[in-house]
């Protein structure tokens, strides 16, 4: 079966600190992988999505970038973190057999940046 | 408008109550549906697809109208167990994936 992993689970980093959030997925092979925030009490904002290693699109404009050097590996980045980076960020898999398939998120990682 | 809106809720329902969301979208060319449900401090896990027939699954119905642009998900007998954030999300072409921001269900005893 299919797991999804991501780490760490929670985060406190200072303003204008680097951020590095990674996501693991097994048992698939070439998953479409999403990285989502959700604010407190708000719904989920796509930010970045890929359909293969080295291959990503970006949904915002923002501080945050993306990369997956590997086929199972999507890893969320930031140079200088700002205050509203705050929030959950969720990883996600589906499969690519069409794009229509369903979404399975990872466990989280809860960010707060002070 | 939002492109996918929700009634936030809270729904205060007693046990064995029958409860029923609704959701609406903006993109006439949605193409799926989902209902997604969260817990507190929680990723969100699928519920149930929606499908164009309506479905059902167990204590669960979705339904979909796409004249009207709104699903729907009903919960019947509800348990303590259903408390919990119930997320509508929608589909358009390629990979754009909308959650609304989620409806807030507690079942109380």
């Known amino acids: 079966s299919q797991t999804i992993h991501q780490w760490p689970a929670t985060l406190v980093q200072p303003v204008g600190s680097p951020l590095s959030l990674e996501c693991t997925v097994e048992?698939?092979?070439?998953?479409?992988l999403y990285w989502y925030r959700q604010a407190a009490g708000r719904g989920l904002q796509l930010l970045f999505y890929?359909?293969?290693?080295?291959?990503i699109s970006s949904e915002v404009p923002q501080n945050l970038s993306a990369s997956r050097p590997q086929d199972r590996q999507f890893i969320l980045s930031s140079k200088k973190l700002l205050l509203s980076d705050s929030g959950f960020y969720l990883c996600?898999?589906?499969?690519?057999?069409?794009?229509?398939?369903?979404?399975?998120f990872g466990p989280g990682t809860r960010l707060l940046v002070l | 408008r939002k492109e996918v809106e929700q009634d936030p809720g809270p729904f205060n329902v007693p046990e064995g109550a029958t409860v029923a969301f609704n959701c609406t979208y903006s993109?006439?060319?949605?193409?799926?549906f989902f209902w997604y449900r969260q817990d507190c401090r929680k990723e969100p896990k699928l519920l149930m697809s929606?499908?164009?027939s309506g479905n059902e699954d167990g204590r669960f119905t979705a339904q979909l109208n796409r004249a009207s642009q709104y699903i729907s998900l009903l919960i019947r007998d509800s348990k303590l167990s259903d408390s919990a954030t119930y997320l509508c999300?929608?589909?358009?072409?390629?990979?754009?994936?909308?959650f609304g921001a989620g409806t807030r269900l507690f079942v109380k005893a």
């Open positions: 929606v499908y164009s």
């Open positions: 999300v929608v589909r358009s072409g390629g990979f754009k994936t909308i």
């Open positions: 993109n006439s060319a949605s193409q799926s």
């Open positions: 996600a898999w589906s499969g690519n057999r069409n794009n229509q398939e369903t979404q399975y």
């Open positions: 048992g698939t092979s070439n998953p479409n």
């Open positions: 890929s359909v293969g290693i080295g291959q």
